[in-house]
């Protein structure tokens, strides 16, 4: 099987099992999903999900928290991995967001990751959901199943991942795709223990080839 015939049958799956795939943080608009993604570097959607209500409603424009101090924050986000540092990168966000964006999230990949807490990862999350620009977003979940399922090779970082994976994957599937394979590693293809026996992929999945060629 060469690697298109691979993204093909993979695409051509999702596209007809799980045609609408979406963020599940919980955002009302651009402001709200970015704070949230921001949130959610090495955390759970759901613990993000379970503090950004009060968040929002304390600081619910960017202006408001801009002109908040990160210790203020902190005390409505220390329930989240890293709080000190995402306070602080919050306060920092939303001053850059009012100053120099006008308090407009912007576009373009590398005018969002001007701002602070905003990496690549981020920045394509926006551009995707909000703009719906052909980025793919590459977190723990999709450089994991790329590997597992064959969809990239000898990928070491998540930029060469982000890079085989739009190399193949149609341009108007590419936002789509990151929700696919975020979701697929989340509830499926799990770190530690992969549900092989329930996945749908398995009969072209590189891992569940070797493992079972162990067996």
Known sequence: MTKQQRFDKVIAYFTANQPIAETELHYKNP???????????????KRVNLVTPALFNAFPKPEVMAEA?????????????YPN???KHLVGMAQMLVKDFKGVIPSDVDELQKMPGVGRKT????????YDKPTMAVDTHVFRVAA?????????????TEKQLIKYIPENKIAIAHHWLILHGRYVCLARSPKCK???????CKYYESI????
């Open 148 to 160: 597992r399922l064959g969809l990239t090779t000898n990928a070491t970082t998540p930029l060469e």
């Open 198 to 204: 329930e996945c749908h992929l398995k009969d072209f």
């Open 69 to 81: 101090d990160s210790d203020e924050l902190f005390q409505y986000i220390k329930s989240i991995s």
């Open 31 to 45: 402001y709200q999903l970015l704070v949230a993604v921001i949130l959610s570097a090495q955390c759970t959607d």
């Open 123 to 130: 920045a394509n999350v926006i551009a995707s959901v909000i």
């Open 85 to 87: 540092n995402k306070a």
């Open 212 to 215: 079972s060629k162990k067996k």
